[in-house]
């Protein structure tokens, strides 16, 4: 995924930009450089540097979530971008922490295989080595690439923090790696048809996705049934990203599915004329603008629909009972409806079972790769996701719950806060 891209204002702060990621300590002569957009992208908390290998440029939420963890590493040098604080992280400790015996060197100062002394590495939360034993001269190179524990990898998940782009750099294990739920990964299409019509109806059509893009979802149409009376909405292609969980989680795949009222008869031919076609256009907007940015997509969490730029201020106060940010606006998603928002709630009792599909790779179900889960979304009006911004997931669904599920998850409701 594509984050913005941002450059220097002024040309003459370039050397001093250059003059971070060597190790070296350069906060008691840094002054605040001023940033402009490069190129645009999602947003999320981190920049990347006009397509540069600098160090990592974040924002204060990062600051204040993990300064804590490597302080004695190092310094987070003061940014400004859009009139908002951003630090970009100088990593002032650097090890000598390359095994030469079993590394495996390139042409370029680099390795193309890097083993670590794990005595050396031990304990160190973030680090850059330095390569003292290449052909390219007497002097040290430092690494461009940035290395973190599993312990702070962990904690910047469970934060929430997106942006961050983890792969494995190398283990003390003796056992070869083997990547489990990667970052990309295909689900297979007769897996999700059959897992589709055993749990949710018969497929009656299927909408393209938007463009031919990989992870550019699909969207099934399942008929109404005795056990599940509505017309299910299913998308197909939403797992072939793995999304940002907390850590002991195994949700990072997962598909969606809103269920419409029996009668909608919505097609793969009419949907664009449907009074549903909204649906189909907010789970495309789900797929792309949420789970795509980053965010979990967790049990009773509520997703407001409104600007890209506000979604990350009002995902954070989800946790903390203060309300809405005070500049959100949450914008209906259709002229012909008053939903605003989405909840992630459990599936309609009648289909209970179809919440998670277990993973197959060519037919055979790897126990070592995470489920693909089904994801259900409950359209929200403006007064409900408000209350639930002031008063908790508790209280809300005490609310939304006391009509009854029918009631609740019946489209065309009236609101219930």
């Not at 009656?204 to 893009?213: F, L, P, R």
Request: aromatic share 12%; glycine share 6%; net charge negative.
């Amino acid at each position: 995924m594509d984050y913005k891209q941002v450059n220097i204002k002024n040309p003459l702060d370039l050397e001093n930009m250059e003059r971070t990621g060597r190790g070296e300590a350069l906060c008691k002569d840094w002054h605040p450089i001023e940033l402009v957009t490069y190129k645009e992208g999602h947003h999320g908390d981190v920049l990347t540097f006009k397509g540069e290998s600098l160090d990592l440029i974040v924002n204060r939420v990062v600051k204040e979530k993990i300064q804590p963890l490597i302080a004695n590493d190092a310094e987070f040098l003061e940014l400004r971008y859009q009139n908002q604080d951003y630090y970009l992280i100088n990593v002032t400790n650097v090890l000598e922490c390359i095994d030469y015996e079993q590394s495996v060197p390139n042409n370029h100062g680099g390795f193309k295989e890097k083993v670590f002394i794990p005595d050396k590495v031990h304990n160190q939360p973030i680090f850059k080595t330095v390569n003292t034993k290449h052909n390219l001269g007497d002097f040290p190179i430092v690494s461009v690439t940035t290395y973190v524990s599993d312990e702070l990898k962990q904690a910047i998940e469970q934060a929430g923090l997106q942006g961050f782009d983890f792969t494995i750099a190398w283990t003390d294990s003796t056992e070869p790696i083997v990547e489990h739920n990667p970052r990309i990964r295909a689900t297979s299409r007769k897996d999700v048809e059959a897992h589709i019509e055993q749990h949710y109806g018969r497929i009656i059509g299927c909408i393209s996705g938007a463009s031919n893009d990989a992870g550019d979802a699909e969207i099934y149409l399942a008929a109404p049934g005795r056990q599940l009376p509505f017309q299910t909405l299913v998308t197909y292609d939403n797992s072939f990203w793995r999304g940002m969980i907390p850590a002991g989680h195994d949700t990072g795949y997962a598909e969606l599915v809103v269920h419409l009222p029996p009668d909608a008869q919505l097609t793969e031919h009419n949907w664009e004329h449907s009074p549903y076609a909204w649906v189909v256009r907010m789970l495309r907007h789900f797929g792309s603008e949420i789970m795509q940015r980053g965010y979990w997509i967790g049990q009773w969490l509520v997703y407001p629909h409104q600007n890209e730029d506000d979604l990350s201020d009002s995902y954070r106060e989800m946790f903390s009972l203060n309300g809405l940010p005070a500049h959100t606006t949450l914008l209906p998603y259709d002229t012909n409806t008053d939903y605003c928002g989405v909840m992630v709630v459990p599936p309609y009792p009648g289909s209970t079972e179809a919440f998670k599909m277990t993973y197959r790779d060519e037919g055979v179900a790897d126990p070592e790769e995470w489920p693909i889960y089904f994801q259900t979304l409950l359209p929200l009006y403006a007064e409900e996701i408000q209350y639930y911004f002031s008063n908790g997931q508790e209280k809300t669904v005490e609310k939304l719950m006391s009509r009854g599920v029918d009631t609740l998850f019946d489209l065309r409701r009236q609101r219930l806060i």
